[in-house]
């Protein structure tokens, strides 16, 4: 469930939790490992994208995928077959997601920077899912990551990047400042359900060029017993446009790039939503 108004949040909540008094409004930062157990709440079962990056896949060997978080692309990839190296900063990430990796599936993963990728061998395939590259948040980090990206690739290697594609426009509208919210499922491992309500808050920094997203979640135990908990945490997202994106590619030497609005491969238009999936091409 997802609503971007207010008042509609603030019935969702009237009618759930109306019969127990909610806490003073006190938001604690999340842990790591909380982060992750969360993550996997609301992303665990989505695959839409997945299908995407397989179809533009085609006969790569070796893929890399920078931002894996708790391997749920890495783990669809090897289960096709594909030799798989996915790299994360988050070690509660990734001892996530090598407690679920499949006995003989070819996946390797490395606790690594994005920034500063260590590898002596090609890939022929390079993913960066899920709006990571704008997290990297200043131009020069992400020009050094895709050059970084071109240099590994294998001839005719493919990059695919998911990323935000920043509309200035929906911020003007809404004076400088959007809400949404969801219920989540919960997260396996909890002692007792339930109920999670994830709020994200979104405002836009225009000095430094940053979509800056602060998301709150509200942890309601079934029943009004147990302990109700406010967590928090920020991400700064480097705001380019799809032209920037674009421009970005072409400097390192990409080529045949395509850009979708969506992941049925609905060819780019020209006012795109912040969705943007891109497939790019290394030079031979």
């Keep these: 469930l997802a609503c971007s108004y207010r008042s509609g949040y603030k019935k969702i909540m009237k009618d759930e939790f109306d019969d127990h008094k909610e806490p003073e409004e006190i938001f604690q930062p999340l842990t790591g490992r909380e982060y992750a157990e969360l993550y996997e709440a609301e992303m665990g079962s989505f695959s839409e994208d997945i299908r995407f990056y397989l179809d ?22 090897a289960a096709e077959g594909f030799s798989v190296t996915a790299i994360d900063l988050s070690l509660s990430m990734l001892r996530r997601a090598r407690e679920k990796k499949c006995p003989g599936h070819n996946i390797h993963y490395i606790c690594m920077d994005m920034t500063e990728l260590a590898f002596s061998k090609g890939f022929d395939c390079i993913l960066i899912p899920y709006n990571t590259l704008n997290l990297l948040r200043t131009m020069d980090s ?15 290697g493919r990059l695919l990047l998911q990323v935000h594609c920043f509309d200035s426009a929906s911020f003007t509208e809404n004076s400088g400042k959007t809400f949404q919210f969801r219920i989540l499922p919960q997260p396996k ?18 000095k430094k060029n940053e979509l800056i997203l602060e998301e709150r979640y509200r942890i309601r135990p079934h029943g009004g017993t147990g302990i109700k908990r406010d967590l928090h945490h920020f991400l700064h997202l480097a705001a380019c446009s799809a032209v920037q994106w674009e421009e970005i590619l072409h400097a390192h030497s990409f080529t045949n790039i395509r850009l979708y609005s969506d992941y049925r491969k609905t060819s780019y238009l020209e006012n795109p939503s912040s969705l943007l999936l891109i497939q790019a091409e290394s030079a031979s």
């Design 56 to 77: 533009q896949c085609g006969n790569c060997g070796k893929i890399l995928e920078l931002g894996c978080g708790e391997g749920r692309i890495s783990r669809a990839f």
């Design 142 to 156: 992400i020009h050094n990551c895709i050059k970084m990206c071109r240099a590994l690739l294998n001839p005719k």
């Design 189 to 206: 491992g909890e002692a007792k359900k339930a109920k999670i309500i994830k709020e994200t808050l979104r405002s836009y920094d225009s």
